[in-house]
């Protein structure tokens, strides 16, 4: 539902830019994940989050578990950046990963 | 990598059909996880499986049943299926708990006339 909400829903990025996702939760978080489901639907692990902070090449995510969220940076877009990116927390008020609704995001020439 | 492999990688039936998704996973993952992906829902958890022979209810599992037939194989079932679960369903694995790092299969698109 609504524990975990991800923002923006949609954006558009033109090549070498930088932006930043974010994904906020109303419960309490011990782990965040983030995937990327590329245009031919594949689900992608990108970041597997305690609190704290992690870098993979241009992608670069934090986990503030006081604060409640997660973010995503990318860091000069590429066309292959696009795609529908979801974060997910786990809880121990829940036994399964609860998933946000998703950023779209198209990066253009 | 842990592999994760579904089938079909699409399918199409009609209403009060059966229908039956595979799922393999081949990295000795404890956890198994069936979920349907829908625009406007995200995904959501049909059902999952801690080890053979064992079942755990999802958020979403009226019309599902499933079945985890060894450590490796873990199988969707739609005994009558309806238009509403036309959709793309992803089995996944974990090592342990669902806190552990999730991965994926390719999909299923299934399509309900």
């Known amino acids: 539902g609504d524990k975990v909400k991800q923002s923006p829903s949609a954006l558009s990025l033109q090549e070498g830019t930088n932006s930043a996702l974010r994904c906020n939760f109303s419960?309490?978080?011990?782990?965040v994940q983030w995937f990327l489901q590329n245009p031919r639907g594949s689900l992608i692990n990108l970041f597997y989050l305690v609190p704290g902070t992690k870098e993979n090449g241009r992608l670069k995510s934090a986990f503030d578990s006081k604060e409640s969220y997660s973010t995503l940076h990318i860091r000069d877009a590429q066309l292959e950046d696009s795609g529908t990116y979801f974060c997910?927390?786990?809880?121990?008020?829940?036994?399964?990963?609860?998933f946000g609704q998703g950023t779209s995001l198209s990066v253009v020439p | 990598e842990a592999a994760v492999t579904q089938s079909p990688r699409n399918k199409v039936t009609v209403t009060g059909g059966n229908v039956t998704l595979s799922c393999r996973q081949t990295?000795?993952?404890?956890?198994m996880y069936w979920y349907r992906q829908d625009t406007g829902h995200g995904l959501r958890l049909i059902h999952y499986?801690?080890?053979?022979?064992?079942?755990q209810i999802g958020d979403v599992p009226d019309g599902y049943k499933a079945t985890r037939t060894t450590q490796e194989d873990f199988f969707l079932l739609l005994e009558l299926a309806s238009p509403s679960q036309t959709s793309l369903y992803f089995c996944?694995?974990?090592?342990?708990?669902?806190?552990?790092?999730?991965?994926f299969g390719s999909g299923t698109r299934l399509t309900v006339l």
């Open positions: 499986s801690y080890g053979a022979g064992n079942l």
């Open positions: 997910a927390i786990a809880s121990s008020s829940f036994s399964k990963l609860v």
């Open positions: 996944a694995s974990s090592p342990r708990r669902s806190a552990e790092t999730l991965y």
């Open positions: 990295n000795s993952h404890n956890y």
């Open positions: 419960i309490a978080a011990t782990t």
